[in-house]
């Protein structure tokens, strides 16, 4: 028998005064209803005992659960131990497994389900996850982007494993769903005169992994409307997984419009949760940065085994509040680009400090394409690429390209290169050698290089599910053609000695190849995504 945890107001409740829908909770037979006590608007969650999924959710009269999948944890507990403790009009739902405790909380009056996790180990499917499976008719609006639904995979036909579909030449996919973490604070699905809207508040990801620009799925529309919290995946995965309290975050039901992020979640401090840390046993970091490429957005970065953080940067200063004590690995972040690093140690309730400075080359060079700022920004297809398959119809064609130094735009040149699509990209132009030991000058002269592949193993799809996010590591050789380019592991920087007596003085020809051991067919073929691309 599966635990649940259900949003349940019998009908009736949601027409009568307010004083009729008392807040509490009250158990009948294998199941908990927590109500919520907010009047016309009131939604109540029924638990079942056994182990905690959500069964039934009503919200002014509507049904917004789905009855034949659950809101659960993970894939479901399985079996947990289920309590409930209502004292100071906070009701606290405690599921408790072997390594697993979880918190449904509500307050007397308000329509929001605040929720932690703690995780004393990963679990086994290798992922950590909050999932609604809500009901379709009552809420058939997903995430939707420029005004379409990119997650709904209902009735498409499968094109790419079980995560991509296809739709009249249009791509869907959950993973299309996803936002980066830093703007990721609000997501949600809606329908008439209703929404229901996973907020992730203040410290709410310091306890996943990937980082500030990591993305993970939100939605995916099936027979349910499933709306997600991911605290950890093996999706594109760039760092080791942490365990601990993750959250707060929240569940929160409206009459359609997104909720502020602003959640006050304050009132946990005194809840006794496990592992949580409150606001009292938490130090700032505040701090300088200098030598990032003007016009780029800059964020400062923290790490360490047990948790994250991240702050925009702004006039070359800094200050981050609400860090757990202990030593952290402080990333300066151009773009998404890694530009410098540092460590600090922050203490509860004090401030320390620390200065950054960017170590990215910034040399004098003879043409640039691209911003170095660790993402394929302006690029051809860029702006499509994490909502849609690159075989879309929508996509612009792939190549291959011939880009031509001076006249060429920078929307014309890949933002992805794949073997077996658009293998080489050619750039052609005017220029002479700024730098010695460069060739010397002979006429009209070409330069092929097949080495722009990544040192590092990755998955040859992750381009094709809406990421290009890496791990910032950083390869260089001594030489004079630059290039930035990324894998989903990877940030690489890579210099290309191009052999004296190569290039010349007038026009010149250089080709970039992939090349690669790995086999894979079309889009699934080994390939890259380019950052810039600089000769000097």
Known sequence: MRSVIQFFLFGLLAFLPSTFAAFGVTTSGSNMVVDSGAGLV?????????????????????????????????????S??????????????????????????????????YIGTFASAEPTVGELRFIARLSKSALPNGIMVNGESVSEVNGPTAIEGSDVFLLNGQTRSKFYSSVRFIQDQVHGVTGSGVGVFMIIPGVGYETSSGGPFFRDINNQGTAQQELYFY?????????????????????????GAAPSASLDTSFMDNLGLQGYVPASGRGTVSG??????????VTIGFKNSAAQYWIAGSGGSFSRNMIKPGTYTVTLFQGEIEAGSGSVTVNAGQT?????????????????????????????NADKIQIMHPSDTRMSSWGPVTFTIGSSSASSFPMAQFKEVNNPTTINGRHRPLKSPLPSLTPEGSYSTATLMPLLNYPLDSVTRGTWRGINQVCEWVTY??????????????????????????????????????????????????????LF
């Open 42 to 78: 009131t939604t109540s969650k029924c638990i079942n005992t056994a182990n905690g999924d959500i069964t039934s959710m009503l919200f002014n009269g509507k049904q917004l659960q789905d009855s034949s999948k659950f809101t659960q944890l993970s894939s479901g507990l399985g």
């Open 80 to 113: 947990a131990t289920v309590t409930s403790n209502v004292a100071n009009n906070i009701a606290v739902i405690t599921i408790k497994t072997s390594t697993i405790t979880h918190y449904y909380i509500v307050k007397s009056g308000v329509n929001t389900l």
């Open 231 to 255: 605290m950890n995946s093996g999706h594109e995965q760039t760092e080791s997984f942490r365990t601990g309290f993750f959250g707060p975050y929240a569940m929160t039901v409206t009459t």
């Open 288 to 297: 300088s940065y200098s030598g990032t490429l003007s016009g780029q957005p």
């Open 352 to 380: 320390s400090t620390i200065t950054l400075t960017s170590t990215v080359s910034k040399p004098s060079v003879i043409w640039s394409i691209g911003t170095v700022d660790g993402t394929p920004a302006g690029f051809l």
């Open 481 to 534: 053609f630059h290039a930035f380019h990324r894998s989903s592991l990877s940030t690489v920087e890579d210099d290309f000695a191009i052999p004296s007596g190569t290039l010349v003085a007038g026009s010149n020809t250089i080709a970039i190849n992939v090349i690669s051991g790995s086999s894979g067919d079309v889009f699934l073929s080994p390939n890259f995504v380019y950052d810039s691309i600089e």
